[in-house]
């Protein structure tokens, strides 16, 4: 009889242990704006001969005490409110490590790991969703003011989810750093209201994500999305317009864009809890799209790609 | 010599009753927003600073219902900013929230409720100002922001940053 007990008690802590939504994960990162205002852009070559200037966060963090000040200020009060961050310093050094780790690593046969270029260029800092701080001081004859931005983003969306800012009185003798740590103080609980105005939206409307559906050339499948393969001669594109429309929240998704090769839904809600109660991300939804239509009349392969929390390439034809 | 002890105690009883409806006034005055809270500063971690004005026949029941007005506007109201001071929106900002923990509020705020955990007058000075028949009292305060936040996130009154995740 205990041990009958003793399995249900387990089996009910894992199903409490499930059904709690996946966090989001945050992480503050200084804007391009600040970046580029304060030197620490580095220039890269886009591939197509020409160059491109990119935020350098590592120099940044390095030489910069201020930023360093504001970002460990930001996340002490986020660590207070219950909702430690990222950190945008450990990040870098983690994908440094990874690199290095990742040019040494050799089978015992002498085989290096597999990484695709699409690996490579994943590992970037990254979290679902981004906090953006900009500040700029003013100087007026002895008198300093601050203007400072905080910015929350949606990796995924690309929406912003607000954010809060303003000016600080003007000062004599106060130096940046105490300037910028009263201001991320006082304006912490103004973002914080912001944030959770967009978690209670997802609770009660669902994770907004992205979905993008695409077509492996001339795969063995045969098919592309125009291709009839419908019990009564519908599109294949139909098919999954239908798919949609019955399993996301109340029929929400936007689809931005079409071809015969390429869709793409934005604005998707995808309920935060799957039918047994399990958290759902966007890779679990894919799932669901990928289950449909490999099973008959489709029979379909799908391949597909995470790209975190909130995007999922779904590519159709092959694996 | 009875008769002035007489005298003063007949006074002290007809006063009390007067005390004690300017006090169920100033009660009813906070329940009913009817006070004014505006940022007196910027606090520092954990606090705000506010300066709020309270209303009553009597310039001493004003000041001290002054205290339980400024965590009852940090609570409902939020207060404008302005000046390099910073607006800041109430911790419950739910519609309906005050009345569905109507029994909550009403132990919190009560005479030496939990309210008074969370407040602290910031210096001895007041403003007094006489409106008609009554008195216009300001006094600064601290409310201690955070720990009231994280005592109503424990009660359920508003739901924490990470909750639900």
Same mark, same amino acid.
């Given at each position: 009889?205990?041990?009958y007990?003793?399995?249900?008690a387990m089996l009910t802590?894992?199903l409490?242990?499930?059904?709690q939504?996946?966090?989001?994960?945050?992480?503050?990162m200084p804007?391009?704006?600040?970046?580029?205002?304060?030197?620490?852009?580095?220039i890269?070559?886009?591939?197509?001969?020409h160059?491109?200037?990119?935020?350098?966060?590592?120099?940044?963090?390095?030489?910069?005490?201020?930023?360093?000040?504001a970002?460990?200020k930001?996340?002490d009060?986020?660590?207070?409110?219950?909702?430690?961050?990222?950190?945008?310093?450990?990040?870098?050094?983690?994908?440094?490590?990874?690199?290095?780790?990742?040019n040494?690593?050799?089978s015992?046969?002498?085989n290096?790991?597999?990484?695709s270029?699409?690996?490579?260029?994943l590992?970037?800092?990254k979290?679902?969703i981004i906090?953006?701080?900009?500040?700029?001081?003013?100087?007026q004859?002895?008198?300093?003011t601050l203007?400072?931005?905080?910015?929350?983003?949606?990796s995924?969306t690309?929406?912003?989810?607000?954010?809060?800012?303003?000016?600080?009185?003007?000062?004599?003798?106060?130096?940046v750093?105490?300037?910028?740590?009263?201001?991320v103080?006082?304006?912490?609980?103004?973002f914080?209201s912001?944030?959770?105005?967009?978690f209670?939206?997802?609770f009660?409307?669902?994770?907004?994500?992205?979905?993008?559906?695409?077509?492996?050339?001339d795969?063995?499948?045969?098919?592309?999305?125009e291709?009839?393969?419908?019990?009564?001669?519908?599109?294949?594109?139909e098919v999954?317009d239908?798919?949609?429309?019955?399993?996301?929240?109340?029929?929400?998704?936007?689809?931005?864009?079409?071809?015969?090769?390429?869709?793409?839904?934005?604005?998707?809600?995808?309920p935060?809890?799957?039918n047994?109660?399990?958290a759902?991300?966007?890779?679990?939804?894919?799932?669901?799209?990928?289950?449909?239509?490999?099973?008959e009349?489709?029979?379909?392969?799908v391949?597909?790609?995470?790209?975190g929390?909130?995007?999922?390439?779904?590519?159709?034809?092959e694996? | 010599?009875?008769?002035?002890?007489?005298l003063?105690?007949?006074?002290?009883?007809?006063?009390?009753?007067s005390?004690?409806?300017?006090k169920?006034?100033a009660?009813k005055d906070t329940?009913?927003?009817?006070?004014?809270?505006?940022?007196a500063? =910027? @606090?520092?971690q954990?606090? %705000?600073?506010?300066?709020?004005?309270?209303?009553?026949?009597r310039?001493k /029941?004003?000041? +001290?219902?002054?205290?339980?007005?400024?965590?009852?506007?940090?609570?409902?109201?939020?207060y404008?900013?302005?000046?390099?001071?910073?607006?800041?929106?109430?911790?419950?900002?739910?519609?309906?929230v005050e009345?569905?923990?109507?029994?909550f509020?009403?132990?919190?705020?009560?005479? =030496? @409720?939990e309210?008074?955990? %969370?407040?602290?007058?910031?210096?001895?000075?007041?403003?007094v100002v006489? /409106?008609?028949? +009554?008195?216009?009292?300001?006094?600064?305060?601290?409310?201690?922001k955070?720990?009231?936040?994280?005592?109503?996130?424990q009660?359920?009154?508003?739901?924490g940053?990470?909750?639900?995740?």
């Amino acid at each position: 009889m205990k041990k009958y007990l003793f399995i249900a008690a387990m089996l009910t802590m894992s199903l409490a242990v499930f059904s709690q939504a996946k966090k989001p994960t945050l992480m503050v990162m200084p804007s391009d704006a600040w970046c580029y205002q304060n030197g620490y852009m580095k220039i890269i070559p886009d591939g197509e001969g020409h160059e491109a200037q990119i935020p350098d966060y590592e120099e940044a963090l390095r030489t910069s005490m201020d930023l360093k000040l504001a970002i460990a200020k930001i996340n002490d009060l986020m660590a207070e409110r219950g909702f430690p961050l990222k950190d945008l310093e450990q990040q870098v050094k983690l994908i440094r490590q990874q690199t290095a780790e990742q040019n040494l690593v050799t089978s015992k046969s002498g085989n290096e790991m597999a990484e695709s270029p699409v690996d490579n260029l994943l590992r970037v800092a990254k979290a679902d969703i981004i906090i953006e701080l900009t500040w700029d001081i003013k100087e007026q004859g002895p008198k300093r003011t601050l203007s400072y931005i905080l910015e929350g983003k949606d990796s995924y969306t690309g929406k912003s989810i607000g954010g809060s800012n303003g000016t600080s009185s003007p000062s004599f003798s106060a130096d940046v750093s105490v300037l910028l740590e009263e201001a991320v103080v006082a304006h912490i609980d103004n973002f914080n209201s912001r944030l959770q105005a967009y978690f209670d939206d997802l609770f009660a409307n669902g994770r907004e994500v992205s979905l993008e559906i695409r077509v492996f050339a001339d795969n063995a499948a045969g098919i592309d999305l125009e291709s009839e393969v419908g019990t009564d001669g519908e599109e294949l594109a139909e098919v999954i317009d239908g798919w949609m429309a019955t399993n996301t929240v109340e029929g929400r998704f936007t689809k931005l864009g079409s071809s015969e090769n390429y869709i793409a839904y934005e604005q998707v809600r995808i309920p935060l809890y799957s039918n047994s109660g399990v958290a759902m991300d966007t890779e679990a939804f894919a799932r669901k799209l990928r289950n449909y239509l490999r099973k008959e009349p489709f029979n379909i392969p799908v391949k597909i790609m995470n790209r975190g929390l909130g995007k999922c390439i779904l590519v159709l034809g092959e694996k | 010599m009875k008769r002035n002890i007489l005298l003063l105690a007949l006074a002290v009883l007809m006063a009390m009753p007067s005390f004690a409806g300017a006090k169920k006034k100033a009660e009813k005055d906070t329940e009913h927003f009817r006070y004014e809270i505006e940022c007196a500063g =910027n @606090g520092t971690q954990g606090t %705000y600073l506010v300066k709020v004005w309270s209303y009553s026949k009597r310039a001493k /029941v004003a000041a +001290e219902q002054c205290m339980k007005n400024a965590v009852h506007g940090v609570i409902f109201k939020g207060y404008t900013g302005g000046n390099g001071c910073v607006a800041q929106k109430p911790l419950a900002n739910r519609p309906g929230v005050e009345m569905e923990y109507e029994e909550f509020f009403k132990l919190f705020f009560s005479d =030496n @409720g939990e309210y008074y955990k %969370y407040v602290s007058l910031t210096g001895a000075t007041q403003d007094v100002v006489k /409106v008609g028949k +009554e008195y216009k009292v300001g006094i600064i305060v601290s409310v201690q922001k955070d720990e009231l936040r994280k005592a109503l996130e424990q009660a359920g009154v508003i739901r924490g940053l990470g909750s639900g995740f």
